[in-house]
Every structure is written in C-alpha cells, then in structure tokens.
Nanobody, 116 residues
Framework: QVQLVESGGGLVQAGGSLTLSCAASGTIGSFVAMGWYRQAPGKQRELVARIPSIGRSTYGDSVKGRFAISRDNAKNTVYLQMDSLKPEDTAVYYC??????????WGQGTQVTVSS
C-alpha cells in the first residue's frame, strides 16, 4: 500500500507564491506518474500538473506558465511550485500517484486560499 501526505497549503495574497509537497511512503514500485489535482467549492476536480516517471510534464491550461511540478526521487516526494497566484486558484489540492494496471492512490488534500 502507498500513502501520500500533502503539505504546504495555506493562505496567501494574490500575486504571491506557495510550494506544495507530497511525500510518498509504503511499497513504492514502478509508478507511472504523479500529479496534482485541485477541486474548488462547487466545481469538479481538475488537473493541475502531472509528471511521468519518464517523459515530459503536463499542465492544466489555467496554470501554464505559473506553476511548476518537480520530483525528488531520493525522497519519494513531488512538489508543486505555485507563482503569481490568483483568487481562482483557491481550492483543495490533491496529490495522486499512478501505477500499472490502473492502480491509483490519492492524498487527503491540502487547502490553498488566495485572497484578493
């Protein structure tokens, strides 16, 4: 079993920055990708960023140029650097790990609130 723990959320003013972390523990094998997703009140969950084990990272259109995903393999941790934050970025941010055969694991989420 894989456990994912997010951290780094909080309250920030518009234009500010935050860095989210997602630490993975447990039985970690040949993962396919890790990613960040978010869900705002009354909205559906959407892709923020995804980083494959091999290949190029992808981003949701609304965050391109402002957010950056990265991974520290030695620490089994994925990060999300968020710059130029906007009030519409306010949401609960979830970390997801993807494995072969369609296996997925989700973190509990961390709240990001951007004030105007």
């Amino acid at each position: 079993q894989v456990q994912l723990v997010e951290s780094g959320g909080g309250l920030v003013q518009a234009g500010g920055s935050l860095t989210l972390s997602c630490a993975a523990s447990g039985t970690i094998g040949s993962f396919v990708a890790m990613g960040w997703y978010r869900q705002a009140p009354g909205k559906q969950r959407e892709l923020v960023a995804r980083i494959p084990s091999i290949g190029r990272s992808t981003y949701g259109d609304s965050v391109k140029g402002r957010f950056a995903i990265s991974r520290d393999n030695a620490k089994n941790t994925v990060y999300l650097q968020m710059d130029s934050l906007k009030p519409e970025d306010t949401a609960v941010y979830y970390c997801k790990a993807e494995f072969r055969r369609g296996n997925e694991y989700w973190g509990q989420g961390t709240q990001v609130t951007v004030s105007s």
